[in-house]
T-cell receptor, first 109, second 116 residues
């Protein structure tokens, strides 16, 4: 089967950098992606890694190491509006996108 | 505007009363899926569809049915709802069923269902 592990909660202050880790187990691998969800809202796509290495999108970066079955989301220059839940998701054999249980990020001033 | 539209957004019903949550996308996406979200459990996939008339079970399909008669619509049917189906439901779609595009889901706003 497929499974993902990510921390349940992370706290940080404005302006800081935070890293949210994700380890996965999957049969076959077709990419690791990250989604953001504000309280009560719909998840929105943040980034995707299909190959090893770092992908940067503004203040957010995502990293993948396929040999370690590991990835992370890096959020820089944190702002209050970054307080949200962050989900890693993996696509393994078949076409279903499976999500982790999510990491709640709380940013304080 | 490109979007996934779900209805109803909120619904309170009683055990055993059949209901349908509609989902429609206007992006000509191949892939559509239903997830339920419960506190501490993240997003769990119920059913998904790779194309018209092609559907498959996700991780938690019990008590649900789906159909994909048209590319744009993917309704979720609860034939006999029970209280354990009280949840927040999301419909999502992606342009393709393979490649990088298959990892980019567009979600609807969610449907909060309460079964008494």
């Amino acid at each position: 089967g497929q499974s993902l592990e990510q921390p349940s909660e992370v706290t940080a202050v404005e302006g800081a950098i935070v890293q949210i880790n994700c380890t996965y187990q999957t049969s076959g691998f077709y990419g690791l992606s990250w989604y953001q969800q504000h309280d009560g809202g719909a998840p929105t796509f943040l980034s995707y890694n299909g190959l090893d290495g770092l992908e940067e999108t503004g203040r957010f970066s995502s990293f993948l190491s396929r040999s370690d079955s590991y990835g992370y989301l890096l959020l820089q220059e944190l702002q209050m509006k970054d307080s949200a839940s962050y989900f890693c998701a993996v696509r393994g054999a078949g076409t279903a996108l499976i999500f982790g249980k999510g990491t709640t990020l709380s940013v304080s001033s | 505007e490109a979007q996934v539209t779900q209805n109803p957004r909120y619904l309170i019903t009683v055990t055993g009363k059949k209901l349908t949550v509609t989902c429609s996308q206007n992006m000509n996406h191949e892939y559509m899926s239903w997830y339920r979200q419960d506190p501490g459990l993240g997003l769990r996939q119920i059913y998904y569809s790779m194309n018209v008339e092609v559907t498959d079970k996700g991780d938690v399909p019990e008590g649900y049915k789906v159909s994909r008669k048209e590319k744009r619509n993917f309704p979720l049917i609860l034939e006999s709802p029970s209280p354990n189906q009280t949840s927040l439901y999301f419909c999502a779609s992606s342009l393709s069923i393979g490649g990088a595009g298959a990892n980019v889901l567009t979600f609807g706003a969610g449907s909060r269902l309460t079964v008494l």
